[in-house]
């Protein structure tokens, strides 16, 4: 039985539920035809500005601009994972989902630890419906090696990346993983879906099953996201996470403005002269980049992306991440802050090659799902079901046409929710969807 080859692992600390699961890296050999782009160094701030004038510009196809031609990339780049598995064996022919997160997040977009996990989706896959999960850090982000942010970090490669995770899963030589799947699912969400698209296309047996969570084919939005973001350099956005600057030099500069009741004091007083309180003030770091400038500021918060080449961009501030991803009144205020201080960056390429893959992948002949919230700005301009056309149910399901041999489809559209759906209050339901249309499809562990 798989479950009792598997090395030991344990359950993830914090967590109630019963799931099994390890951490640990996978040497991965990328190989991929990704574009050569003619794009100067970003020297500061104003240069990533520029840069997202230029991409989201009326004038044309900024991508085709930019343009020099293809090269091909390779190299072996370690891969951070976290395979999850019920704490019981349920069958012989397991299933495992491969969890993609988009940009903004890493792996625990998945497993989110914040509320004691009570957003997680590997829990409701993995304790509910029994299936395995194995969720990965994007080539470039969270614990997975970095690379080039304009010349390697582009959908041909981080999906090269994806292809060679699945072969190992679906030839039993992951390691730490010693089964051979004959059922491999693909879930992204954002990016991440696009990436699992690309897959489909380019690889269509890989993949027995697609799930593309915040996703269309609609980017015609795409502009308006990237100019509410105002992009900046990740290492000035947030230096302690991503810069070169180190906590005991920003913990020596906050022990010289003191901690003690009357240095408070003294604040509230100073702060009461120019008709400021300390909630305005507090708002001032929630909501604006001064909060970002902290973010990383305790030693359990230091980062594994230090020193980031400038390449590397992200949001400004809380603001731009609400706008982008949360619905108001339908997400816990506290995860906002809690996603702006543990974001995590984009880089030029992924953002000169979001939307470079074919429109149709007409060789997979899986079942495919789409799950888009309703109010899902970026690939929906707020309100999926406005389609415009009366015989088109929502705007995710004019993808139907993308698969003309899928073995089924189905376009879900979450209520009440915009376009980080896990980050939602009513995540759970979109997630049990998801494992029933996998389960209707004979794609639950069996």
Same mark, same amino acid.
């Given at each position: ?27 991965? #050999? ?9 794009? @100067?160094n970003l020297q500061g701030n104003a240069d990533a500005t520029t840069f997202a004038q230029n991409v989201t #510009? ?27 598995? $019920? ?38 896959? /993995? ?23 304009? #010349?390697?970090? !582009? ?21 730490? /993983? ?8 693909? *879930?992204?969400?954002?990016?991440? #879906? ?5 897959? &489909? *296309?380019?690889? +269509? ?11 269309? !084919?609609?980017?015609?939005?795409? $502009? ?5 973001w105002d992009s900046k350099l990740a290492r000035l956005n947030q230096p302690l996470r991503f810069g070169n ?13 003191? &901690? ?21 003030? !507090?708002? /001032? ?11 990383? =500021? !305790? ?9 980031? @080449? ?7 501030? &809380?603001?731009?991440?609400?706008? =982008?991803?949360?619905? $108001?009144?339908?997400?816990? +205020? ?23 893959? $074919? ?11 789409? /799950? ?17 056309? +009366? ?19 189905? &376009? ?29 499809q004979g794609l639950a562990p069996s």
């Open positions: 039985m798989y479950f009792a080859l598997l090395v030991a692992s344990v359950s993830l600390a914090g967590s109630v539920a019963a799931k099994q699961c390890q951490n640990f890296s996978v040497p991965v #050999s990328v190989s991929a035809r990704n574009g050569v782009f003619n794009i @100067p #510009s009326i004038r044309g196809n900024f991508t085709k601009e930019a343009l020099l031609g293809y090269a091909t990339i390779s190299g072996t780049y370690d891969i951070s994972v976290k395979f999850c598995k $019920p704490d019981t064996e349920n069958g012989t022919n397991p299933t495992v989902q491969v969890l993609t997160h988009g940009l903004g997040f890493d792996k625990t977009y998945w497993d989110l630890p914040f509320n004691n996990f009570n957003y997680s989706y590997i829990d409701v896959a /993995v304790d509910q419906y029994g299936f395995c999960t194995l969720s990965i850090d994007r080539l470039g982000e969270g614990n997975s090696s970095k690379a080039n942010p304009l #010349s390697v970090l !582009q959908a041909p490669a981080e999906m090269s990346a994806l292809y060679e995770l699945t072969s190992m899963l679906r030839h039993g030589t992951l390691p730490n /993983v010693p089964h051979a799947f004959s059922k491999i699912v693909h *879930v992204g969400h954002s990016f991440g #879906s696009a990436l699992s698209y690309l897959l &489909a *296309v380019m690889h +269509p047996t890989a993949s027995d099953g697609l799930i593309l969570t915040g996703f269309s !084919q609609n980017g015609s939005f795409l $502009p308006t996201t990237v100019a509410s600057i180190s906590y005991a030099a920003v913990s020596g500069a906050l022990s010289m403005l003191g &901690a003690s009741s009357s240095n408070i004091s003294q604040i509230s007083s100073s702060l009461a002269e120019y008709n400021i309180t300390l909630g305005e003030l !507090q708002q /001032v770091f929630q909501t604006t980049d001064l909060g970002d400038l902290l973010a990383g =500021a !305790q030693p359990t918060d230091l980062p594994h992306q230090a020193d980031l @080449p400038s390449g590397y961009l992200t949001w400004t501030d &809380a603001g731009s991440n609400q706008y =982008a991803f949360l619905l $108001p009144e339908h997400f816990d +205020p506290s995860i906002l802050q809690f996603a702006e201080s543990s974001k995590f960056p984009y880089t030029l390429g992924e953002l000169l090659t979001i939307g470079s893959g $074919p429109l149709m992948a007409p060789e997979f002949k899986g079942p495919v799902q789409i /799950v888009t919230g309703r109010q899902d700005v970026i690939y929906c301009g707020g309100d999926c079901l406005a389609t415009g056309d +009366p015989a088109l149910a929502s705007i995710p399901a004019k993808s139907r046409m993308a698969f003309p041999a899928a073995k089924a489809f189905e &376009a879900y559209i979450q209520p009440e929710t915009a376009h980080a759906i896990n980050l939602h209050y009513n995540s759970t339901a979109a997630y049990n969807a998801i494992q029933r249309f996998l389960t209707s």
